[in-house]
Nanobody
Framework: QVQLVESGGGLVQAGGSLRLSCAAS????????MAWYRQAPAKQRELVAA???????NYADSVKGRFTISRDNAKNTVYLQMNSLKPEDTAVYYC?????????WGQGTQVTVSS
């Protein structure tokens, strides 16, 4: 079965950068759609960025121009490069891999941005 492990979270000051990684097991990676979600305290989980198997991307308006999602099929890994971080980016970030009716989630990684 598919397993996802996120890494790269941490504490940074406003204006700083982080790169999140999500390493996936399984054989469906290259034909799956992948995304990053985040959830802040007392808020619903929201889509941050997504990338299709063909490389098409889309972003939440709040992160456009600052975040970049990418994938490396040879390494079964999806990345989220986060630049110009703001305190409102503070949340637990979750990796998601989806193929048809199947959907898999990572355990989440904490990102905290201080003022």
């Amino acid at each position: 079965q598919v397993q996802l492990v996120e890494s790269g979270g941490g504490l940074v000051q406003a204006g700083g950068s982080l790169r999140l990684s999500c390493a996936a097991s399984g054989s469906i990676f290259s034909i799956a759609d992948m995304a990053w979600y985040r959830q802040a305290p007392a808020k619903q989980r929201e889509l941050v960025a997504a990338i299709t198997s063909g490389g098409d991307t889309n972003y939440a308006d709040s992160v456009k121009g600052r975040f970049t999602i990418s994938r490396d099929n040879a390494k079964n890994t999806v990345y989220l490069q986060m630049n110009s971080l703001k305190p409102e980016d503070t949340a637990v970030y979750y990796c998601n891999v989806r193929r048809g009716i199947f959907s898999f989630w990572g355990q989440g990684t904490q990102v905290t941005v201080s003022s």
